[in-house]
């Protein structure tokens, strides 16, 4: 199946500090790849969907200007969270989507493992 | 705008007994919606999914799910459980084919006993 990676698994920053956080597709390419964020015993929340070679689109809520997302190649997506504060901290979860990866699963998103950042 | 709801946070049931993890959905449109599963520090895995297609869905590991528009619900079911089936499940719906909208549910901790 296709798989995901997310790099790091886990990060500790002190406030004020930016982290990148990358997710790839190892197998496949992805023209769209999704952020997410969870809180502690909470569901996942949307924050942004990046195309490549476009600007991302955010959710309601999102500050654009503090979460970046670059996703420059078919196979990468980049989210830097910038000048980062304790209210930061969360996981932070990728999914890419194939375009084709046999119709069974078109259109299906594959998750990453995800990214712990705390903020300190 | 479509949402869903999953009635119990927490779960618990002994090895072998069966499962029923419960989802009621809300949309405005014929939605598509999915479960996925979440083991400690591992990614989401997709459990099964529900396209228009038949009302019975079968997915992996031996859970499957009904979709019941007069009832608005997507109930999880496995008649019976096995300890690795311990982990976080999450009901899903999205109202798009390109599946650019996904609306998670709070989540649903099942716990087996052994």
């Known amino acids: 199946g296709a798989v995901v990676s997310q790099h790091p698994s886990w990060v500790i920053c002190k406030s004020g500090t930016s982290v990148k956080i990358e997710c790839r597709s190892l197998d496949f390419q992805a023209t769209t790849m999704f952020w997410y964020r969870q809180f502690p015993k909470q569901s996942l929340m949307l924050m942004a969907t990046s195309n490549e070679g476009s600007k991302a689109t955010y959710e309601q809520g999102v500050e654009k200007d503090k979460f970046l997302i670059n996703h420059a190649s078919l196979t990468l997506s980049t989210l830097t969270v910038t000048s980062a504060h304790p209210e930061d901290s969360s996981f932070y979860i990728c999914?890419?989507?194939?375009?084709?990866?046999?119709?069974?699963?078109?259109?299906?998103?594959?998750f990453g493992p995800g990214t712990r950042l705390t903020v300190l | 705008a479509q949402s869903v709801t999953q009635l119990d946070s927490h779960v618990s049931v002994s090895e072998g007994t069966p499962v029923l993890l419960r989802c009621n959905y809300s949309s405005s449109y014929s939605p598509s919606l999915f479960w996925y599963v979440q083991h400690p520090n591992k990614g989401l895995q997709l459990l099964l999914k529900y396209t228009s297609a038949a009302t019975l869905v079968k997915g992996i590991n031996g859970f499957e799910a009904e979709f019941k528009k007069s009832e608005t619900s997507f109930h999880l079911t496995k008649p019976s459980a096995h300890m690795s089936d311990a982990a976080e499940y999450f009901c899903?719906?999205?109202?798009?084919?390109?599946?650019?909208?996904?609306?998670f549910g709070a989540g649903t901790r099942l716990t087996v006993k052994p």
């Open positions: 999914s890419a989507r194939t375009t084709y990866f046999g119709l069974r699963n078109y259109n299906e998103q594959f």
């Open positions: 899903v719906v999205t109202r798009t084919l390109r599946n650019n909208d996904m609306r």
